[in-house]
């Protein structure tokens, strides 16, 4: 049974959803999304781009200085600082990060 999909929508998907794990330092992830959309079709790229970058326009927000800085800290493993970087900042991604820095603190302090 073979199904039918549209390469250009399945672009600015995994566009949007690279933009979001980027977002929130989920590397890993980042690299099997981008896996993916080397599997598309070339003219899914050049119909897709466009669209994917008006999602980026559209999403983009000013973000909190704390949230930069936490992520930041994040990205260089330091979890336990991360944390205390995003307290009381309530943006979905601050809560995220923060959330995912406390687990991987207590991971990390766990196996020393």
């Not at 890993?28 to 993916?36: I, N, S």
């Not at 598309?40 to 970058?53: D, I, M, N, R, V």
């Not at 949230?67 to 979905?92: C, D, V, W």
Request: hydrophobic residues 40%; contains cysteine; charged residues 25%.
């Amino acid at each position: 049974m073979a199904h039918d999909y549209d390469p250009v929508s399945i672009y600015v998907e995994l566009s949007a959803a690279i933009y979001e794990l980027e977002t929130r330092g989920l590397q890993l992830q980042v690299k099997w999304a981008a896996e993916q959309l080397v599997g598309l079709p070339e003219h899914a790229y050049e119909q897709g781009a466009q669209k994917a970058a008006q999602y980026k326009t559209q999403q983009f927000q000013p973000e909190h200085p704390r949230l930069i800085q936490g992520r930041s800290l994040f990205e260089l493993k330091e979890y336990q600082r991360a944390a205390h970087m995003l307290s009381g900042l309530n943006t979905p991604v601050a809560v995220f990060l923060r959330c995912y820095a406390l687990y991987l603190a207590g991971d990390k302090r766990k196996e020393e």
